[in-house]
C-alpha cells in the first residue's frame, strides 16, 4: 500500500463519498442473518456502514489502516450510541482476537494491496479470521471505472470545501491518483487548509481475483456487476461472495 491512505483527507472524507456503495452494500446485506453474528469491516474508513451493521444486531470489528479514519469512525459510533470494536491494522497482517462469521470489505479496499502476492497473502489473512465455513464479501474496482480513471480529472465543490482528483492508468492496471483538498478550519473560520494525497491501487482481472480465492481455500459463490445491475466485464465495480472450505 502506498503509505496511509486518507490519513490527512480524514475530516472531509465522508462528505466526498458520494459514489461509495454504502446504500447497495446495505441493502445487499438484507439477505444476510446480521444477528448475532461477528463481522470483520476491512477498511472501515470512517466507520459509516461499520455503525449501520452494528444497529443490525451484528458484533462489529472495524479495521482500518488510518488511525486518523478510526478515530472519525469512534467518533460516529459514539454519537451514535453504536458499540463497535476498533483496530488499527494493514490487512496484509490481519490478525484478529477470535475468528468471525463474516469479512467484509467495500469501497475498493482490496485495490489498495498492489502486488498478487500481496493479495495472496491478505485472503490468506482472511481464510484464518474466519470460522469454518465463514463468508467474505468484498468489491473492488471493474473494468468501467478503470476506463473512467485512464487521464482522469474532476471535483467537487462544497460551501467550505472542494477537493480536486487527478488520476493515470498505468500500463498492468497500475492506478495512480492525486487528491487535492481545501476545507475550512473549524478553529479559525475563514482559514482554509490544503491537503495533498497521493495513493496507488491496482486494477485485477476478474480471473486473477477468483484464481487467488481458489488458491488460499475459498469456494467463490458469486461474482456481481454492481451488485447484479451490470455483467462483470462492464461493470464500474465488481462484487465478491465466496465461503471458507473446510
Not at 461509495?20 to 452494500?25: Q, S
Not at 470483520?40 to 470489528?61: F, M, N, P, Y
Not at 482472511?126 to 465455513?133: R, T
Not at 492496471?173 to 479559525?188: K, W
Request: charged residues 25%; hydrophobic residues 40%; aromatic residues 10%.
Amino acid at each position: 500500500m502506498n503509505g496511509l491512505p486518507y490519513a490527512g483527507f480524514a475530516e472531509i472524507y465522508d462528505g466526498f463519498m458520494s459514489d461509495a456503495p454504502y446504500e447497495d452494500w446495505l441493502d445487499w446485506l438484507k439477505q444476510v442473518d446480521l444477528g448475532d453474528r461477528l463481522v470483520a469491516d476491512v477498511g472501515c474508513g470512517t466507520g459509516t456502514l461499520t455503525v449501520q451493521l452494528a444497529g443490525r444486531g451484528a458484533s462489529v470489528i472495524g479495521i482500518d489502516q488510518s488511525s486518523a479514519m478510526l478515530t472519525a469512525a469512534s467518533a460516529r459510533a459514539m454519537e451514535q450510541r453504536t458499540k463497535v470494536t476498533w483496530m488499527c491494522q494493514d490487512m496484509r497482517a490481519l490478525i484478529l482476537p477470535e475468528q468471525v462469521d463474516i469479512i467484509l470489505s467495500t469501497c475498493d479496499s482490496l485495490n489498495y494491496v498492489l502486488t498478487e502476492n500481496d493479495l495472496r497473502d491478505t485472503f490468506r489473512r482472511f481464510y484464518k479470521a474466519l470460522k469454518p465455513a465463514g463468508l467474505v464479501y468484498f468489491d473492488m474496482l471493474g473494468p468501467d471505472r478503470v476506463d473512467r480513471l485512464t487521464d482522469g480529472v474532476w471535483f467537487e465543490l462544497h460551501d467550505d470545501a472542494e477537493v480536486w482528483f487527478t488520476s493515470e492508468v498505468r500500463e498492468g492496471g497500475l492506478i495512480e491518483y492525486e487528491i487535492h483538498g481545501y476545507f475550512e478550519s473549524e478553529a479559525v473560520p475563514g482559514l482554509y487548509q490544503r491537503v495533498l494525497e497521493q495513493h496507488t491501487e491496482q486494477f485485477y482481472p476478474v480471473e486473477t481475483i477468483l484464481r487467488l480465492l481458489e488458491e488460499t481455500g475459498f469456494t467463490v459463490d458469486n461474482v456481481l456487476g454492481d451488485f447484479g445491475r451490470t455483467s462483470p466485464t462492464k461493470a464500474d465495480r465488481l462484487v465478491f461472495t465466496a465461503h471458507k472450505r473446510g
